[in-house]
């Protein structure tokens, strides 16, 4: 069977810090890969994703980074955090673009917290 | 392009009431359409998806809905509510598999449970 685990669950960061959160997927190979966060009362933001080893796309303009190292990994970035840059951080795969049949199964998350 | 809006950002019933959870979606082409539950600081769960077979669909922990393309909805309810069963509720619709798609979510409905 498949999973998804993301790590850390937590983290506080100072700002100005660098970031990098890791999201693997098991049991699979060519994964879509998806980054969203999750900022107080303002529902799902996708911010990039990924349908292969290299190729990233970019949802949204801001601080943050990914990239596609592996096939199976997907990585969150930023050289130097911002306030707003605190959230939820949830990652998530898909067999095929849009979901397909199954939709997306997400990880567990990350909370980030800007200080 | 799809959209998906929930209506009421915020829902309170009494445990043992009927859950009513609104989703209207807006799509150029059959829907795939999907719920998702997510509890505080966790990732999202797959409650249940259509995926245009049957038109009213089953999902874990009771609860069902109904696609009614008339309406263009897909509205989430469960005979009796739980406590168990506050947290935050997503709906989603994708145009299924293809290069390009995404699956599109709504901005969540908070349902809350009073003992």
């Known amino acids: 069977s498949q999973t998804i685990h993301q790590w850390p669950a937590t983290l506080v960061q100072p700002v100005g810090s660098p970031l990098s959160l890791e999201c693997t997927v098991e049991g699979t190979s060519n994964p879509n890969l998806y980054w969203y966060r999750q900022a107080a009362g303002r529902g799902l933001q996708l911010l990039f994703y990924s349908v292969g080893i290299g190729q990233i796309s970019s949802e949204v303009p801001q601080n943050l980074s990914a990239s596609r190292p592996q096939d199976r990994q997907f990585i969150l970035s930023s050289k130097k955090l911002l306030l707003s840059d605190s959230g939820f951080y949830l990652c998530?795969?898909?067999?095929?673009?849009?979901?397909?049949?199954?939709?997306?199964?997400f990880g567990s998350g990350t909370r980030l917290t800007v200080v | 392009a799809q959209s998906v809006t929930q209506l009421g950002s915020h829902v309170s019933v009494s445990e043992g009431a009927l859950v009513l959870l609104r989703c209207n979606y807006s799509s150029s082409v059959p829907p795939y359409l999907f719920w998702y539950v997510q509890y505080p600081n966790q990732g999202l769960q797959l409650l249940l998806k259509?995926?245009?077979?049957?038109?009213l669909v089953k999902g874990i922990n009771g609860f069902e809905a109904e696609f009614k393309k008339s309406e263009t909805s897909f509205h989430l309810t469960k005979p009796s509510a739980h406590m168990s069963d506050a947290a935050e509720y997503f709906c989603?619709?994708?145009?299924?598999?293809?290069?390009?798609?995404?699956?599109?979510f709504g901005a969540g409905t908070i349902l809350r449970v009073k003992s």
């Open positions: 989603a619709v994708s145009r299924g598999s293809g290069y390009g798609n995404k699956l599109v």
């Open positions: 998530a795969w898909s067999r095929s673009s849009g979901g397909g049949l199954d939709g997306y199964t």
């Open positions: 259509y995926t245009s077979a049957a038109t």
